[in-house]
Each structure stands twice: as structure tokens, then as C-alpha cells.
């Protein structure tokens, strides 16, 4: 139970949320997609500030799911990391209010599997070239997830994995409402730099 906990308050940490407060005094959830995640991160405030979310966000995932080898609490260190994801997804320390879990469930699978990484997020790149729709990569993670439990039996997370596919249309469904509305842009929609606010403080990303 308590590496339940410890592993829900690391993915607590609202990366993007501290990072827009530092660097530009906003709450990133205002701004862009108002999603707290790298991609917002990216379109709001820029590489630089994208890729220190990104790589903490993965690195919240990572140390979840390697809890057990730093404490003998036991459990199965990708559960652990998923309970990370639920934590990104519903931060106790902002208000609930999360990311959509995509960089931090790459962190968990990186630490626990890397053929699992490898067809998540294959498919994530290869979904969202194709059409051009961030949201739809992000849901093809669970959907690649959910495919290769049943091809692997053996790891026994076809359960996990269905619940996560839900999970990730649920956390979607504006984006989804969007493109039925047709107000969803894409990757290459030119209008997304007009998202793109001025640094206003002292963080190191400029």
C-alpha cells in the first residue's frame, strides 16, 4: 500500500504547471489546449521548456516503476507505474487537474518493457504522421497496448491495458468533441503558433 502511495505522489508532481509558473507566471491549463502536458508545453512555451516537461514527466514514470528496486515493498513494477500515470492524470498537489499521460507512461514502459515501449509508441509516431491528429497517437498507446497483451499473453496486463485504452478516451474526449465540431487542429496547423506566449520570467528556457 505504501508504494501505492509514494507511486501516485511522484506522478503527482505537475511538471508543466511548475514550469509555466517559473518561466512565464501563467497556469499552462489556460493556455493552448489547456492540457498540462509536453505537447501543450511545446505549443505554449517552446522546445526547450517541451523537452525539460517531457523528459521529467517520462522520469516520473520511470522511478515509479523501479520503486521496488529501491524498497522491499514488492508489487509489479509496471502496476506501480501506472499508478504514476493515474497520479500525472490526477494530481493531488493541482487540484486534479493532469496531463493526459502519454510521457509518463513512455517513462514506465521504458523501465519495465522496452518491446512494449517500442510498440506503443511506434504506433503513437506512426498514427499521429499519418493523421496529423496528436490526440489520435495518444489513443493509439492504450489501443497498441491492449493488441500486444493479447499477441503476449503471458504477461497477463490485458485487463491493465483495456482499462488504460479508456482511460485515454476519457482524458481525449474534448479533443474528440473538437474534431466532431471541426475545431481540432492539426500538428501542422499554422494558427497553433498564435498560442505561443513571451517568456515573462527567470526560468532557464529561452
Do not use: Q
Request: one cysteine or more.
Amino acid at each position: 500500500m505504501l508504494a501505492i502511495l509514494i507511486a501516485y505522489l511522484i506522478g503527482s508532481i505537475p511538471t508543466a504547471l511548475i514550469v509555466g509558473k517559473l518561466m512565464y507566471g501563467v497556469d499552462i491549463r489556460e493556455h493552448g489546449s489547456n492540457n498540462p502536458g509536453a505537447t501543450n508545453t511545446l505549443r505554449v512555451m517552446g522546445k526547450k521548456a517541451a523537452m525539460f516537461v517531457l523528459a521529467v514527466d517520462a522520469g516520473k514514470g520511470a522511478l515509479a516503476a523501479s520503486i521496488p528496486v529501491f524498497f522491499p515493498f514488492g508489487g509489479d513494477p509496471l502496476y506501480l507505474g501506472m499508478v504514476a500515470v493515474l497520479g500525472h492524470c490526477f494530481p493531488i498537489f493541482a487540484g486534479f487537474r493532469g496531463g493526459k499521460a502519454i510521457a509518463t507512461t513512455a517513462g514506465v514502459l521504458l523501465a519495465t518493457s522496452l518491446p512494449m515501449f517500442l510498440a506503443a509508441y511506434v504506433s503513437f509516431i506512426l498514427i499521429t504522421y499519418i493523421t496529423k491528429y496528436v490526440f489520435f497517437g495518444s489513443i493509439s498507446v492504450g489501443l497498441s497496448l491492449f493488441v500486444y497483451s493479447f499477441i503476449f499473453p503471458e504477461a497477463g496486463y490485458s485487463l491493465l491495458f483495456g482499462c488504460f485504452t479508456l482511460l485515454l478516451v476519457y482524458l481525449h474526449r474534448s479533443n474528440i468533441r473538437n474534431l466532431i465540431l471541426g475545431i481540432e487542429p492539426k500538428i501542422n496547423d499554422k494558427n497553433i503558433k498564435k498560442d505561443r506566449i513571451p517568456p515573462g520570467g527567470t526560468f532557464p528556457f529561452r
